[in-house]
């Protein structure tokens, strides 16, 4: 119950911060602004391993991803690239996963969003299996035995719309 009552007075919180949004004219500081509502609304529900922030995703191979409007990524082990900065470069291998936030989703936003996730989710990623306990630290076993196979999660990606089509 109490979840729910947080949940809908953080909802009367980003109307009034859409409010404010709309009071930008240049769009990309409006789309920005609006990025950093999503950014204050999920905080307070996600433990401080989560990390938040814009960017782009980057594979070992040099494949990059598009421009990403949130990244959620390992706040604790993870090489984040350039965090002095605005937008940050993140490992594939350090997200959980993105988000991308639209003022209008129209048909056409809404592709434009699902084809910045295909950029990211189509990244290749070092495998993980049972005996990688720490990024840094592997489970060392005797000869002749293995850990299994890839349990590397796959990314969880959303779509935020302002406003949708009617």
């Known amino acids: ?61 040099g494949q990059q991803s598009a421009q990403v409007d949130i990244v959620v990524y390992d706040t604790v082990f993870s090489t984040v690239l350039f965090r002095t900065g605005t937008r940050f470069l993140f490992p594939a291998e350090s997200i959980f996963g993105t988000i991308e936030v639209k003022s209008d989703l129209s048909r056409s936003e809404l592709d434009k969003a699902c084809a910045n996730i295909a950029s990211v989710k189509t990244l290749s990623r070092q495998t993980a299996d049972s005996m990688d306990i720490l990024p840094h630290y592997r489970f060392p076993i005797g000869p002749g035995l293995s850990g299994g196979g890839d349990f590397r999660n796959p990314y969880l990606s959303f779509v935020f719309g302002y406003r949708g089509a009617t």
């Open 1 to 61: 119950m109490r979840l729910l009552q947080a949940l809908r007075i953080e909802g009367a919180n980003i109307e009034a911060e859409l409010q404010k949004s709309n009071l930008f004219s240049h769009m990309g500081d409006r789309g920005e602004f609006r990025e950093q509502i999503v950014d204050r609304f999920l905080r307070p529900f996600l433990p401080p391993y989560y990390g938040l922030a814009p960017g782009e995703v980057f594979s070992s191979d």
